[in-house]
């Protein structure tokens, strides 16, 4: 079929979408009448409790004379403040992203020969099916890599002779394996598109297996395979941050929802890829670069309090950027006075924009991370306080280590497959119910329309 075909949007699919637009849209009062939680959450922002998990906890709260009120944000993974795992690893001077899936995954942390053993583990299922990347990857690359990614592991089924076993040994067996190549299908997918879409040379390096993950990824990127050790430790701290939050996050909750139809494993990671594709989730920090791309632009002088200022109220007011009235980086729907991604990110951040020179625009950022929130609260009704989250520095990371804005999306996934691994690993192990939220229909009855009857 013409792609020109294929891609059209005819007159008559207009008039169908309004049609089915119109056929869709509920009075909003009744969300309010029968006491429906939109989006799972409270107005004030507060999930509605569909599960348990030991993985990871989210908090925001502090309870004052027995009432919850908002604090600074933390993050716990098994039990374990982020915060200290990852002062942790910066004394030790060491890469975390291996230890901290092995805790994600397995409750503890582990020892020298047990972190060994796991990484020798990871690194024997960093390859790829014979012939996969020329077969797969090559053809058809399209200009999403996160639609390349899914598209990669979906195919991966077919290599895997075991692929509807559930049973905990082999989904933690293909668990692993996922873990380990998400860079390679993401990276050598974007390789492929930046080839034959952008005319640039093919580069297609092998993992080294004495490499940390953050490493290999810079390694497989870029053309001379070099970096510095202080992008490649910035990167794993990156990488850290994002591994996992929760089990009501989109793309976990999808891991759950999905998993708990006993589908197989390569289904499951395509949706939650599926999932955290989406702008309002994984894909944020590209609309922050973006947005600050834009604002450098218009606003000449950086160091102006004011100009900033007025270039943030017309974010809001849709008068700048893209017109959507919103300040990318900024909010989140749990935390509201902390991120603590953000406040742990911030701290490598301003040595990497020494190391690149971007001293100014880290600046900027930061001047921007303070006015927000206090114009916000002047401009909108707020339910609960609202600071930046961690897309607002994880975009500008990403920048400075040169990364392509295709990429960072899939880098998250890279992160996140860690833990959507130990919320699938949760959800089997305790068996489940199939998940199945209850949604009420409010459309009358009505009586059947002959069709030499209707309009």
Same mark, same amino acid.
């Given at each position: 079929?013409?792609?020109?075909?294929?891609?059209?949007i005819?007159?008559?699919?207009?008039?169908l979408?309004?049609?089915?637009?119109?056929?869709?849209?509920? &009075?909003?009062?009744?969300?309010?009448?029968?006491e429906?939680?939109?989006?799972?959450?409270? *107005?004030?922002?507060?999930?509605?409790?569909?599960?348990?998990?030991?993985?990871?906890?989210? #908090?925001?709260?502090?309870?004052?004379?027995?009432?919850?009120?908002?604090?600074?944000?933390?993050?716990?993974?098994?039990?374990?403040?982020?915060?200290?795992?990852?002062?942790?690893l910066?004394?030790?001077?060491?890469?975390?992203?291996d230890?901290?899936?092995?805790?994600?995954?397995?409750?503890?942390?582990?020892? %020298?020969?047990?972190? +060994?053993?796991? $990484?020798?583990?990871?690194?024997?299922?960093?390859?790829?099916?014979?012939? /996969?990347?020329? &077969?797969?990857i090559?053809?058809?690359?399209?200009?999403?890599? =996160?639609?390349?990614?899914a598209?990669?592991?979906?195919?991966?089924?077919?290599?895997?002779?075991?692929?509807?076993?559930? $049973?905990?040994?082999?989904?933690?067996?293909?668990?692993?394996?996922?873990?380990?190549?998400?860079?390679? *299908?993401s990276?050598?997918?974007?390789?492929?598109?930046?080839h034959?879409?952008?005319?640039?040379?093919?580069?297609?390096?092998?993992?080294?297996?004495?490499?940390?993950?953050?490493?290999?990824?810079?390694?497989?990127?870029?053309?001379?395979?070099?970096y510095?050790?202080?992008?490649?430790?910035?990167?794993?701290?990156a990488?850290?941050l994002? =591994?996992?939050?929760?089990?009501?996050?989109?793309?976990? /909750?999808?891991?759950?929802?999905?998993? $708990?139809?006993?589908t197989?494993?390569?289904?499951?990671?395509?949706?939650?890829i599926?999932?955290?594709?989406?702008?309002?989730?994984?894909?944020?920090?590209?609309?922050?670069?973006?947005?600050?791309?834009?604002?450098?632009?218009?606003?000449?002088?950086?160091?102006?309090?004011?100009?900033?200022?007025?270039?943030? +109220?017309?974010?809001?007011?849709?008068?700048?950027?893209?017109h959507?009235?919103?300040?990318?980086?900024?909010?989140?729907?749990?935390?509201?006075?902390?991120?603590?991604?953000?406040?742990? *990110?911030?701290?490598?951040?301003? $040595?990497?924009?020494?190391e %690149?020179?971007?001293?100014?625009?880290?600046?900027?950022y930061?001047?921007?991370?303070?006015?927000?929130?206090?114009?916000?609260?002047?401009?909108?009704? =707020?339910?609960?306080?609202?600071?930046?989250?961690?897309?607002?520095?994880s975009?500008?990371?990403?920048?400075?280590?040169?990364?392509?804005?295709e990429?960072?999306?899939?880098?998250?996934?890279?992160? #996140?497959?860690?833990?959507?691994?130990?919320?699938r690993?949760?959800?089997?192990?305790?068996?489940? %119910?199939?998940?199945?939220?209850?949604?009420?229909?409010?459309?009358?009855?009505?009586?059947?329309?002959?069709? &030499?009857k209707?309009d």
């Amino acid at each position: 079929m013409d792609h020109n075909v294929y891609s059209e949007i005819t007159p008559d699919i207009i008039k169908l979408a309004s049609m089915s637009e119109q056929a869709g849209i509920i &009075d909003s009062e009744l969300f309010t009448r029968y006491e429906v939680k939109r989006g799972l959450r409270d *107005l004030n922002g507060k999930g509605v409790l569909a599960g348990l998990t030991k993985i990871s906890d989210v #908090r925001a709260t502090k309870i004052v004379d027995g009432v919850a009120v908002p604090d600074h944000g933390s993050l716990f993974y098994r039990g374990y403040n982020v915060k200290d795992l990852v002062n942790g690893l910066a004394k030790d001077n060491r890469f975390g992203y291996d230890e901290v899936t092995y805790l994600l995954l397995f409750d503890k942390l582990p020892s %020298k020969q047990e972190l +060994k053993d796991f $990484s020798a583990l990871l690194s024997y299922y960093r390859s790829l099916p014979t012939s /996969f990347v020329r &077969d797969i990857i090559m053809k058809a690359p399209s200009k999403d890599m =996160m639609n390349t990614l899914a598209r990669s592991v979906l195919t991966l089924y077919s290599y895997d002779d075991f692929a509807d076993d559930t $049973s905990l040994p082999n989904v933690l067996r293909q668990c692993l394996q996922l873990i380990s190549l998400f860079p390679m *299908l993401s990276i050598y997918g974007y390789q492929a598109y930046s080839h034959y879409h952008d005319g640039n040379s093919l580069f297609i390096h092998q993992p080294d297996p004495k490499l940390s993950m953050s490493e290999n990824i810079l390694h497989i990127l870029r053309p001379d395979s070099s970096y510095t050790e202080l992008e490649a430790k910035i990167l794993d701290i990156a990488l850290i941050l994002h =591994m996992e939050h929760g089990g009501g996050n989109n793309s976990t /909750f999808t891991t759950h929802v999905v998993t $708990s139809s006993l589908t197989d494993t390569y289904s499951v990671m395509a949706a939650a890829i599926g999932s955290l594709k989406g702008p309002r989730h994984g894909g944020a920090n590209i609309k922050v670069v973006k947005m600050f791309d834009d604002m450098m632009q218009s606003v000449s002088d950086w160091k102006d309090e004011e100009a900033v200022g007025d270039y943030l +109220k017309k974010l809001l007011h849709k008068d700048a950027f893209d017109h959507a009235g919103l300040i990318y980086g900024v909010g989140h729907a749990i935390y509201s006075k902390s991120d603590p991604r953000a406040v742990i *990110l911030k701290k490598f951040v301003e $040595s990497l924009s020494i190391e %690149k020179g971007l001293q100014d625009e880290f600046a900027l950022y930061s001047m921007v991370e303070r006015l927000a929130p206090q114009i916000i609260e002047q401009e909108r009704q =707020m339910y609960k306080g609202v600071s930046i989250n961690v897309d607002f520095y994880s975009g500008f990371v990403y920048k400075m280590l040169g990364l392509p804005l295709e990429l960072y999306t899939p880098i998250f996934a890279m992160a #996140r497959i860690a833990g959507w691994s130990a919320h699938r690993m949760e959800e089997l192990a305790n068996n489940g %119910k199939i998940i199945r939220p209850a949604y009420k229909a409010i459309s009358p009855e009505r009586e059947y329309i002959n069709m &030499d009857k209707r309009d």
